[in-house]
């Protein structure tokens, strides 16, 4: 396992695990699955070297009547904590690493609905409580800057600091400038912002990775492997049938045969390194030193497939075909607003 360089109380593997599915009906893990499956994958995870275990407040619940509510006015409009099912993927993550907590480096987020320094506080000790922690390793806010302002937001998360219960701070899917903002807020650092970032979603090149390395943050990866795209098992003659993403914009069949090129060179490449496209698409986005991703996992063979990839040393040529292959995809819309819509607002 690799590990990034940077000076926090426990080490970040470059690959961590994301457990946004823990929990999910839309995703199909059922009881079973948060029972048994998900604590063997979290025991191997800890086993292979993994540290970053990344989850929210907001996995696992019931999204669809406060999704809808959301979208009708482009904020949530009511408080998530409320909502069936809320905290259910802290729970489950919390079971699963039990009596290793200490060896992982926990990250969970704050969905600011509610920006109330006092509601702030009682979200992280309800977090912490169903993580089994005394201590967030890493207090996100989810969608900084989008729906309130950071100042009461930071206030809270700085009380938290001080009080021992929240080590590092981060924010979820911000800007540069929303980034910036957290910081000044806080008064400190924000360590980290986790964005998509994967070979078919490039925004964060633009400005908030340059800024993370040429100022010493992190760059936590969500759907570093487009949801599954990039793993190639999906094509136009073989769309996925899992309801998440049946009605995601980027499996329509459209953009499965415009992601054919790219997807027949990470073959290429992974047939050079005996490996799956997968773990060279996952090679590829944590060749950036202040990057790290956190891909899911539905067994714990996936696991071990997605933590293989941070041995694969790509070579400077494959990189760079990589990356030219990649600047020639370019998907298309999706016909609504909705699958997008509940993306932007309760996605990693």
């Known amino acids: 396992m690799q590990y990034l360089d940077v000076d926090t109380s426990k080490k970040i593997s470059k690959?961590?695990?994301?457990?946004?599915?823990?929990?999910?009906?839309?995703?199909?893990?059922?009881?079973?699955y948060a029972?048994?499956?998900?604590?063997?994958?979290?025991?191997?995870?800890?086993?292979l070297g993994i540290t970053l275990f990344d989850t929210?407040?907001?996995?696992?619940?019931?999204?669809?009547?406060?999704?809808?509510?959301?979208?009708?006015?482009?904020?949530?409009?009511?408080?998530?904590?409320?909502?069936?099912?809320?905290?259910?993927?802290?729970?489950?993550?919390?079971?699963?690493?039990?009596?290793s907590r200490e060896s992982a480096f926990l990250a969970t987020k704050f969905y600011p609905a509610v920006p109330a320094a006092p509601v702030v506080e009682r979200r992280a000790v309800a977090s912490a409580g169903r993580l089994g922690a005394h201590r967030l390793d890493l207090y996100q806010v989810h969608q900084p800057g989008r729906l309130v302002p950071n100042g009461a937001i930071m206030h809270g998360i700085r009380s938290l600091q001080r009080a021992g219960m929240v080590g590092e701070v981060g924010i979820s899917n911000g800007?540069?400038?929303?980034?910036?903002?957290?910081?000044?807020?806080?008064?400190?650092?924000?360590?980290?912002?986790?964005?998509?970032?994967?070979?078919?979603?490039?925004?964060?090149?633009?400005?908030?990775?340059?800024?993370?390395?040429?100022?010493?943050?992190?760059?936590?990866?969500?759907?570093?492997?487009?949801?599954?795209?990039?793993?190639?098992?999906?094509?136009?003659?073989?769309?996925?049938?899992?309801?998440?993403?049946?009605?995601?914009?980027?499996?329509?069949?459209?953009?499965?045969?415009?992601?054919?090129?790219?997807?027949?060179?990470?073959?290429?490449?992974?047939?050079?390194?005996?490996a799956t496209p997968a773990q060279i698409a996952l090679a590829w986005v944590i060749r950036r030193p202040r990057v790290a991703a956190i891909p899911g996992a539905s067994s714990v063979e996936q696991l071990e497939s997605n933590v293989?990839?941070?041995d694969i040393e790509l070579t400077d040529g494959e990189y760079d075909a990589l990356q030219a292959a990649s600047a020639q995809f370019h998907p298309v819309p999706g016909p609504g607003p909705l699958s997008r819509g509940i993306r932007a607002l309760f996605g990693p």
Do not use: M
């Not at 029972?35 to 086993?47: D, N």
């Open 35 to 47: 029972g048994r499956e998900a604590r063997a994958i979290v025991r191997r995870a800890l086993e």
């Open 175 to 274: 800007s540069v400038d929303d980034w910036r903002a957290a910081e000044d807020a806080l008064g400190d650092r924000v360590l980290s912002n986790q964005v998509g970032y994967s070979l078919v979603a490039r925004s964060a090149e633009q400005h908030v990775l340059p800024f993370a390395e040429s100022h010493d943050r992190v760059i936590i990866a969500h759907s570093p492997l487009a949801q599954g795209l990039l793993s190639g098992r999906y094509t136009s003659a073989n769309p996925p049938v899992n309801r998440a993403r049946a009605t995601t914009p980027i499996f329509l069949p459209q953009n499965l045969e415009r992601a054919s090129r790219l997807i027949s060179l990470l073959r290429e490449i992974a047939d050079a390194h005996a």
């Open 56 to 99: 929210a407040e907001i996995y696992g619940f019931e999204v669809r009547s406060v999704a809808s509510q959301a979208l009708r006015r482009g904020v949530a409009v009511t408080d998530t904590a409320k909502a069936s099912g809320f905290g259910r993927g802290e729970q489950i993550l919390g079971q699963a690493i039990g009596e």
């Open 15 to 32: 690959i961590g695990l994301g457990t946004c599915q823990f929990g999910s009906r839309e995703w199909g893990y059922g009881n079973q």
């Open 308 to 310: 293989a990839a941070a």
